[in-house]
């Protein structure tokens, strides 16, 4: 950030009076830039026992395998945002069902929210991805998903569903939880 | 937003290129400036028993009982906002327990996740409160809470008390939610 929003000044990166934490902020305008995380949203849809998974079109991780997740937008719910994200890269409309991971990424400013979905037979690649497909577990491709949070859920996920529980789970990651993907 | 916060020129408000809804964006430089809901974190610290809330010392609200709660800050996770949250209001080290309420606010882009906590006996007005204290449940001032969001939060936990058990309650709430308190 280099130039105030609103009145279009130079800002400075200065801890502002009375505040803990370095801001950006316009001397002009008086005007304070908070930043704050951002929510990915999505799913992991299930039809007959198989997990629908997306090969991404888009950087970054270009042809790795992903649940369908990604920015909530402004004027949405959580769980509309989790569709939305589901209908854009799968083409699936989904059922969305309970809020199933929650992590935590504070190197990136990142919150994710994957609920748990049921997808029927249709669905096919949206603009961002190259496919879509229904994985068995033994036929997910560990070694070429996009994004750790999507390895942790699907960890999760396979684990609990020979209990038949699938409680929230909420942990946190950092940068080494990449190690070995990129 | 009237200016680039990258190269300073004008923006305007359209539908960029491939996309499906309005954005600020900069002809100059090209730049898209996305706009995405925020995260509100707080917790319901209890200590024997009874819910410690907080007067606000500050705008919206001045005057009202509120749980501890704030923006959640980059570089920190959901849980640690909550408690630093907590610290900032209500000057109280809380242990930071499970997830309680998760409530989308799409109406003004904000996602209240509060957190179940428990509270010591040490406890003392931060910046932002006029005054902190603990409630029994036949005391907690109904008729002047802050915010509907907090209403319901304490509404779910005395429900649940009885039960000893403090699922996770997601629900979402818009402008109406407000009726009859401001």
Redesign the interface.
Known sequence: ????????A??SFEVPS?DD?PR?LCHHCGTV???????VAGTIPVHEGKVLLCRRAIEPRHGYWTLPAG??????????AAWRETWEEAQADVKVG??YT?I?L??I?Q?YMIFRAEAGPEFAAG?ESLEVALFDEQDIPWDHLAFPTIVRTLEHFFEDRPTGKFP?H?S?MDKRDRKGMF
């Open positions: 950030m280099n130039y105030c929003s609103h009145c279009g130079s800002v009375g934490r950006y830039h908070y930043q704050n995380p951002r929510i920015y909530m937008e402004n004027g949405e719910t959580t769980e509309q309970h809020l929650l935590d504070p190197h400013n919150v603009p929230l909420t946190t």
